[in-house]
């Protein structure tokens, strides 16, 4: 019985289709694409702000119909193989929350900040491919949006499950649907045909050692999730932070004097961040006005 | 099976236009409104749409025009416009309704079914395309050249080669070479749809070797975009461990052990405007002399011939 109702969990979650945007974002990116001097850098940058696009786009250029499956797992070469005109019809097919929640967009901060500290923490560990890992960082709740739009009722149910009994969100999840969102984030990002590289730091996030090629992206997101939820930028769902794996820890090989310049470093690169999400916000009230 | 995005609420709306159609094995996939038509563009691309001039809001058909151009995955999907009188035809500019016919309302089952196995039958008499980038081919290259020479204005003939691309194939295999000359196609494409749309081509002349044709004035950011994008890209197609060692050791073509360097560009620009060219030919044979000289650098390069920087 128990697992019947698992695989129709898993089934729905599968065929999940159309993640929705904040209208904020494909308000700009919209009036972007209008502007002739617009240029795909600019666009691209953007795109590297949202998790959800980020994520369509990547799957995009590593389906097998652009050619290069399980390939590409930065978004700046994702933009350049692409090109203008697929980044526009990208943004004309998005759909958007209908109704957007304050969480939606908190899960957008937190996702944003992860991959801030990602990248930090990437460069510093110097790591061969710094991008991958902040991407990785970006996407890494994806599995988060998924279940709220494929499995509503029982989301309302997982809501109501942390608010009364104070538990973590993953606990509520393993719990009524035998699954947590690491795992669903993982094989959307493998039936997507994202690289490895990005599949297993999504599925491990909470349990880097369950990786098996990838334990150091892992570990990075591992702690970047913890430390952004830390720092009360964004959340998801709850608000406490995840327990920190040991072994992650002491991969990542970090000392207090580290720690300090890490933040110091983390929260300089918040401020640009902040300062988009407010761009957003305001992109926003302006788009509702007219 | 054809498939066939009919873009617009009334096209087949009579039941005898659909059934003429599905008897004859079309799948006719209908959307009402732009954004559902965009999704099927990029995630499932039909083999032809057919479209009504006054799909959706103002710029809707304009903008599914430009998702069918844009998509990657097929080229050349024929656009066959509905109109509801003739007096709109007049005025439209067919420059930007980049269609490939037409048909004015009413009309009969069995020409809407004309139209479209005569778009098939168009489609691939001018297919000298490549099977792996779509991109045309020899013929529509020489002709391209040949209308660059004839030109008033001076164009920039650019030879792009891979460079190290055999010992890349020898090593990683053919399919990974596709994919390394599909790469190659994409950038070039986007770039020049970007930067210098306008009077540019590009083609593929086979194996790694293509040639776009651009404005003299757009060569130079042009080549630069292409070579930087390129350096990005290329790290995704290479194992991390090759990538830090920087090259790697294969046999040359004598058996002999040789290093050879990761991928990189080469490009040999021939500008129109320096030389009195009279024949396609004239103008290969200074690039390939270029081509020489632009394959020694290290690394990616693009090179000007001598005489077209005076």
Known sequence: MEDTRQSQFRKALREVKNLPTLPGIIAKLTRMAENPDTTTEQMGKVISKDHILAAKLLKLVNSAFYGFPQKISSLNSAIILLGFNVIKSLIISSSIFELMESQDVELWEHSLGCAVVCSVLANRLGVSD?????????????????????????????????????????????????????????????????????????????????????????????????????????????????PLSKTAWQLLNLTPQDLDEILEEVEEKLWDVKGFSLEIQAELESGMTT | MKRILVAGEKIISAPEHRIVLEAKGYQLLLMHDLHSAVSLILEDPPDMLIMEKTFGEDKAPLALLNAVKGCLQKTNIPVILIVDDKQALAGLDWQQYAVDDFLVRPFAPEVLRARIRLAEARMIRVFDNNPLSRLPGNTSILRAIQKAIDSDESHGVCYIDIDNFKPYNDRYGFSQGDDVILMVARIAVNVIDELAREGSFVGHVGGDDFVFIVKEEKVKPVCERILANFEIVRNMFIPAEDLKAGCYVEKDRQGRETVFGLLSLSIAVVMTGAHHFIHYGEVSTLASEVKHFVKKKEGSNYMIDRRSQV
């Not at chain 1, 606990?171 to 959307?188: F, M, Q, R, S």
């Open chain 1, 130 to 242: 710094p991008e991958e890992v902040s991407t990785a960082g970006l996407i890494h709740d994806i599995g988060k949006v998924a279940i709220k739009m494929e499995l509503r009722q029982e989301f309302e149910t997982l809501r109501q499950m942390v608010h009364d009994r104070q538990i973590p969100m993953i606990e509520a999840e393993k719990e009524l649907l035998g699954i947590d969102h690491a795992e669903v984030g993982g094989w959307l990002a493998k039936s997507w045909n994202l690289p490895a590289k990005l599949v297993e730091p999504i599925a491990c996030h909470h349990n880097p050692l369950e990786a098996k090629d990838e334990q150091l992206c892992a570990s990075i997101i591992h702690f970047s999730d913890i430390l952004i939820r830390g720092l009360g930028y964004g959340h998801g769902d709850d608000v406490w932070v995840p």
